[in-house]
């Protein structure tokens, strides 16, 4: 009876357009309050305070709901259709991540968990759910491991032998017991392209992240100016970054993405269009897309450093236009950019 409603579910989930449901419990990933307890120790979250917050929850899942009896994980690919790393190579455009090129995936998983959720209960009368993408005190990475999604690798995110590393996480908690799947092994072996890629060398070992030097938490969570050495190896990324995700050869495997939702708002724009938004404009610009989050004032700041890094000495003049700018942290990338930009060609 269990097999056959969590074999029914996971059809369903395909049908919404998830990739992948594996089902796991609340109690499976022991050694996470630990490991979460030495990354806030070593300071790795940098500002991202919220991450130090609530860590009885987040390092334990079961303590979160005690309630809940299983937790269903669901895969959603965004699987790009082009090298992510060509964009690099237009030093006068912006690289925007591959997954905010289009809607804001937090909007499109959690309306499909929530559809999940309620066919689930429809059929389950009786039991609850609670929907979680990203936002809540859980961590997916581990839970999706454990669940048999696919294994952390050495980069720490999640990536799997037939997906890739293309795709989300989220999850459903329900009071429902569900028959468990089998937790996922590592199948890194002897690799290392994702940690020798890194511009900013932000793992201090394989399977660990140092957050204050990933260009993805400089470029979107960090506030005020980035540490002069770390912009300088930003290159032209203004959003997230992709290099450790696109290095993975297991992405010869992965499957196409079908949402075409995550694609359209944005590819890779002039530096200097971006340089030249107000307020009115970047809202109207991101309207829907993940970027919108940041403001602004710090995808300004952020495309300064792009242009400072961009070595095109006719790009001095739009950085020259914001050096009086209101922030201080675009003030300061807009100075930095034109004295970068003059001392080098
Ligand atoms: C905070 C956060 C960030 C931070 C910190 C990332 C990090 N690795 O911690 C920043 C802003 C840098 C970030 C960047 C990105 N993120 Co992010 N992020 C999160 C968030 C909100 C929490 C992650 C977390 O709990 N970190 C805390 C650390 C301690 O946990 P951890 O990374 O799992 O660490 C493990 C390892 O270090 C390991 N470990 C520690 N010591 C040891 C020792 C050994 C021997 C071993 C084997 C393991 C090991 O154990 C830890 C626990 O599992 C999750 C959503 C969520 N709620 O889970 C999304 C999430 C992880 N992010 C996501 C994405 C897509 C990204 C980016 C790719 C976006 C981009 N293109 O710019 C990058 C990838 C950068 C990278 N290499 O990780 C996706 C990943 C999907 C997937 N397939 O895995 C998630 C799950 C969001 C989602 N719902 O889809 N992110
Ligand atoms: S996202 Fe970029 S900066 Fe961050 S760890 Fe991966 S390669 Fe390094
Ligand atoms: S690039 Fe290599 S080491 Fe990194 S996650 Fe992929 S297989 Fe593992």
Redesign the pocket.
């Known amino acids: 009876m269990k097999t056959t409603i969590r074999n029914a579910l996971a059809a369903e989930a395909e049908a919404i357009g998830f990739a992948r449901m594996r089902v796991t419990s609340p109690g499976a990933?022991p050694?996470?309050a630990e490991?979460?307890r030495?990354?806030l120790a070593a300071g790795?979250?940098g500002q991202?305070d919220w991450?130090a917050e609530r860590t009885h929850w987040?390092g334990n899942p079961a303590a979160l709901w005690p309630e809940a009896r299983s937790v269903i994980m669901l895969?959603e690919l965004y699987t790009p259709d082009h090298d992510p790393l060509q964009a690099l190579r237009q030093r006068d455009r912006a690289a925007i991540?591959?997954?905010a090129h289009g809607r804001d995936?937090h909007d499109l998983?959690k309306k499909r968990l929530k559809r999940l959720g309620r066919w689930l209960l429809e059929r389950e009368p009786g039991h609850e759910i609670k929907v979680?993408?990203?936002?809540?005190p859980?961590?997916?990475?581990?839970l999706?491991e454990a669940a048999g999604l696919?294994w952390?690798g050495k980069?720490?995110?999640?990536?799997s032998r037939d997906l890739g590393?293309w795709?989300?996480?989220?999850a459903i908690f329900t009071t429902l017991e569900l028959p468990l799947d089998k937790p996922e092994t590592?199948h890194c072996g002897s690799c290392r392209a994702?940690l020798d890629i890194c511009p900013t060398n932000?793992f201090p070992?394989p399977?660990?992240?140092d957050?204050r030097r990933?260009?993805?938490?400089l470029t979107?969570?960090h506030k005020g100016p980035v540490d002069p050495e770390l912009r300088a190896l930003m290159g032209n990324r203004i959003y997230?970054?992709?290099d450790?995700?696109a290095a993975c050869p297991w992405n010869k495997f992965a499957q196409a993405g079908t949402e075409m939702r995550y694609r359209g708002i944005v590819d890779a724009p002039p530096l200097e269009e971006l340089a030249a938004l107000d307020d009115a404009g970047f809202r109207a610009r991101f309207s829907g897309s993940p970027i919108k989050r940041i403001g602004r004032d710090r995808l300004v700041r952020n495309v300064l450093y792009a242009i400072g890094n961009s070595g095109k000495s006719r790009l001095a003049d739009t950085a020259r236009r914001l050096v009086d700018d209101p922030d201080e942290a675009v003030a300061d990338a807009a100075r930095w950019a034109v004295h970068r930009l003059m001392h080098r060609d």
């Open positions: 990933v050694r996470i490991r979460l030495a990354f790795r979250h991202m991450m987040r895969a991540s591959v997954y995936y998983v979680f993408v990203d936002t809540a859980v961590m997916e990475k581990p999706a696919g952390q980069h720490t995110n999640l990536l590393s795709f989300f996480l989220g590592e994702c932000a070992r399977f660990q992240l957050a990933c260009i993805s938490y979107i969570e997230g970054c992709d450790c995700l």
